[in-house]
């Protein structure tokens, strides 16, 4: 069958209102998922209160291999879009393994900016960061973490008390990866 043809099946598929079939389809996906199908789980988490298959597309996100699938995942944590499952996009980053060095900024601003939960899966994504990072981010990184004390709940000091540690001292390999 021709790609784009499946990629619009499977989008298609992933507007039915049976768990069953939503399941098969997510399971699917694992072995034949594009762009625009992540988009599509990202958009059906996003809409459904069916937990199982809540549950499946988190298992799925969790457990991505390609660094490409990281782009996703950050533009979906930005989009405002789905706030609502901000918090489980942020837990799947540090769940797959991924690299999100890039993003460091980003990982920063959600730690000190969100509730206490979704900081912590924030923090724990960059305390799984590995690779080369750029001196001057860093130190501006923790500038930031360092201002924002000032004004710090008990638990969210206490992440910056640590974050401001992992910060320099990120590994430049992972020691979860073979990469």
């Avoid at 988009?39 to 809540?54: A, K, N, S």
């Avoid at 789905?82 to 393994?97: H, T």
């Avoid at 000190?112 to 799984?128: G, P």
Wanted: net charge negative; charged share 30%.
């Amino acid at each position: 069958m021709d790609s784009d043809l499946k990629t619009k099946e499977i989008l298609n598929n992933l507007k039915s209102l049976d768990s069953e079939f939503l399941i098969e389809t997510i399971e699917q996906i694992r072995e034949s998922g594009n762009r625009q199908i992540m988009e599509g789980l990202v958009d059906l988490l996003h809409t459904t209160i069916d937990l199982e298959v809540r549950s499946s597309i988190l298992a799925l996100l969790s457990e991505l291999k390609h660094q490409e699938s990281a782009l996703l995942l950050i533009e979906a944590i930005k989009n405002e879009k789905y706030l609502n499952v901000r918090k489980d996009l942020i837990c799947c980053c540090w769940q797959n393994g991924l690299n999100y060095i890039d993003q460091v900024s980003l990982f920063v601003d959600l730690t000190i900016t969100e509730s206490f939960q979704t900081a912590f899966e924030a923090f724990t994504v960059i305390e799984h960061m590995y690779g080369k990072s750029d001196d001057l981010v860093i130190l501006q990184e923790c500038k930031k973490i360092e201002a924002a004390y000032q004004n710090a709940t008990k638990e969210k000091a206490y992440l910056y008390n640590e974050l401001l540690t992992i910060l320099k001292d990120i590994p430049e390999k992972s020691q979860f990866r073979n990469d």
